[in-house]
């Protein structure tokens, strides 16, 4: 098993531009998750999702779009990235969306916006 | 609205010494509480995860306390390493998952 896949690992973006950081998890696991981490603000989540077809806002979702189209893949699109979107990017899953259990994060997403 | 604090931010110690980090939590209706490590530039590793009904739980040399009614854990490392400096996490869960900003760990050979 692949574990949790998130790509780019590294990406610049000029501001208004828009993209997509994917996540894609072999685990079939229900439950995954984004969540931004920056100095001194520790991990905000972004958005979740509970199943596919399911998704709903964390603390911080301003400014970014996501879909669960397959239980595999849950894409993050910014949507006009803005300088303060600057951060890393970590997309996590579990296997249950009701008391989420261990959760299994990917290696992350470094985002500069320019 | 969850919080959820962990002190101290940073800790250094020589390396064999016992040591304990703290996560204080302020909604004590919650599911479970987990510890993650963070090593520089990577994502999240869980170590221990402890369900809301239990008072503790063990891996190795790792030992996790949970006190739901005062609202904190404690992650108690035993005969500290070099290898185990890190970053770590604690996160509750309440339904959504919430992170203190963690303790930055070094262990000094």
């Known amino acids: 098993n692949a574990g949790v896949t998130q790509t780019p690992k590294f990406q610049v973006l000029k501001t208004g531009q828009s993209m997509t950081l994917q996540c894609a998890q072999d685990?079939?696991?229900?439950?995954m998750s984004w969540y931004r981490q920056d100095p001194g603000m520790g991990l905000r989540l972004i958005h979740y999702?509970?199943?596919?077809?399911?998704?709903d806002q964390g603390e911080v979702p301003n400014g970014y779009n996501v879909s669960r189209s397959t239980t595999e893949d849950f894409p993050l699109r910014l949507l006009s990235a803005a300088p303060s979107q600057t951060s890393v990017y970590f997309c996590?899953?579990?296997?249950?969306?009701?008391?989420?259990?261990?959760?299994?994060f990917g290696e992350g997403s470094r985002l500069t916006v320019l | 609205k969850q919080e959820v604090t962990q002190i101290p931010a940073a800790l250094s110690v020589p390396e064999g010494e016992n040591l304990v980090l703290n996560c204080s939590f302020t909604?004590?209706?919650?599911?479970?509480l987990q510890w993650f490590r963070q090593d520089p530039g990577k994502g999240l590793t869980s170590l221990l995860l402890?369900?809301?009904?239990?008072r503790e739980q063990t891996s190795g040399r790792l030992n996790a306390s949970l006190d739901k009614s005062s609202g904190r854990s404690t992650l108690y490392i035993a005969a500290s390493q070099p290898g185990d400096s890190a970053t770590y996490l604690c996160?509750?869960?309440?339904?959504?998952?919430?992170f203190g900003q963690g303790t930055e760990l070094s262990v000094k050979p």
């Open positions: 996590a899953s579990s296997p249950t969306f009701t008391n989420t259990g261990e959760l299994f």
């Open positions: 685990m079939n696991h229900e439950y």
């Open positions: 999702s509970v199943g596919a077809g399911i998704t």
């Open positions: 909604d004590s209706a919650i599911y479970n």
């Open positions: 402890i369900q809301s009904s239990q």
């Open positions: 996160a509750v869960d309440g339904g959504k998952l919430i």
